[in-house]
């Protein structure tokens, strides 16, 4: 492996970044984003759990406004498909 070139990314923060399916896919704390080789960010998410790209698409699991959720994000244009969502309830005493 070499380097090529500098590639300039703007984010918060970074926990790891991989190359996957021709991109850039960066994860931080609460974040993933996906970038282009020349540093276009092509999309941003917050999630909680990820997979490596399988066919072009990024599986996760996520928290968003009490609910949970599976679904899958298409690394190119960042399109979101939810498989299964379920609320989730406060524990009550």
Known sequence: MNEQKIVTLRLIEIAHISFEAGFI???ALYRTA?????????????????????NNRIYFSDYEKETTRLGF????TGKETILYSEPVDELTK
Do not use: L, M, N, Y
Request: with cysteine; net charge neutral; proline share 4%.
């Open 73 to 76: 994000v298409e690394v190119a």
């Open 34 to 54: 996906c970038f282009r080789p020349g540093g276009e960010k092509v999309w941003e998410r917050f999630q909680s759990e990820r997979t490596k790209v399988i």
């Open 25 to 27: 896919i960066s994860d």
